[in-house]
T-cell receptor
């Protein structure tokens, strides 16, 4: 595997379900990000981890819970989501904060 | 905070030139990125400007004027594969990790 991978690519869940999104980067970077992309809206930064410590939490509801067990893996745990949470969730990584970010292909989430 | 504006859609003919403008109003500026995103795919990095002026990279060029809060991405010799969304993003002065994105400009290239 190369670059940034995300699984699953598509997810449909009910409002009472619990699921997790997984991201893995194979670039040796030390920072990882979660973004939300809704149709016709700007990419919204959700969380940033640097060296496995959270350095940014952009006022995200607690029904989204990130986890970064090491510098290569990032998870987003989902529970009790709302239909308006349906979106494309993108993971990205970078070496430090000032350089370009490399994005994964995203998970298309639909909440019923 | 950041307020970033770019046109929603643009259409151009194969072989032509298109200029995508991005204006920003920020509480702190530390560089501007352009990304390309094809439908259903990940955004990919195109360019980065932190100083005023033009950066050229093959058929793509990016310009920045910090005093005017303005950037543009210039696509020359358009090809069908250039049909995509182009995202302007500003880096926060107080937090290197924080990028604020515009809503993106969808460019359609017609034969």
């Amino acid at each position: 595997e190369t670059g940034v991978t995300q699984t699953p690519r598509h997810l449909v869940m009910g409002m009472t379900n619990k699921k997790s999104l997984k991201c893995e980067q194979h670039l040796g970077h030390n920072a990882m990000y979660w973004y939300k992309q809704s149709a016709k809206k700007p990419l919204e930064l959700m969380f940033v981890y640097s060296l496995e410590e959270r350095v940014e939490n952009n006022s995200v509801p607690s029904r989204f819970s990130p986890e970064c067990p090491n510098s290569s893996h990032l998870f987003l745990h989902l529970h009790t989501l709302q239909p308006e949470d349906s979106a494309l969730y993108l993971c990205a990584s970078s070496q430090d904060g000032g350089t370009e970010q490399f994005f994964g292909p995203g998970t298309r989430l639909t909440v019923l | 905070g950041q307020n970033i504006d770019q046109p929603t859609e643009m259409t151009a003919t194969e072989g032509a030139i298109v200029q995508i403008n991005c204006t920003y109003q920020t509480s702190g500026f530390n560089g501007l990125f352009w990304y390309q995103q094809h439908a259903g795919e990940a955004p990919t990095f195109l360019s980065y400007n932190v100083l005023d002026g033009l950066e050229e990279k093959g058929r793509f060029s990016s310009f920045l004027s910090r005093s005017k809060g303005y950037s543009y991405l210039l696509l020359k010799e358009l090809q069908m594969k250039d049909s995509a969304s182009y995202l302007c993003a500003v880096r926060d002065l107080r937090n290197d990790y924080k990028l604020s994105f515009g809503a993106g400009t969808t460019v359609t290239v017609r034969a």
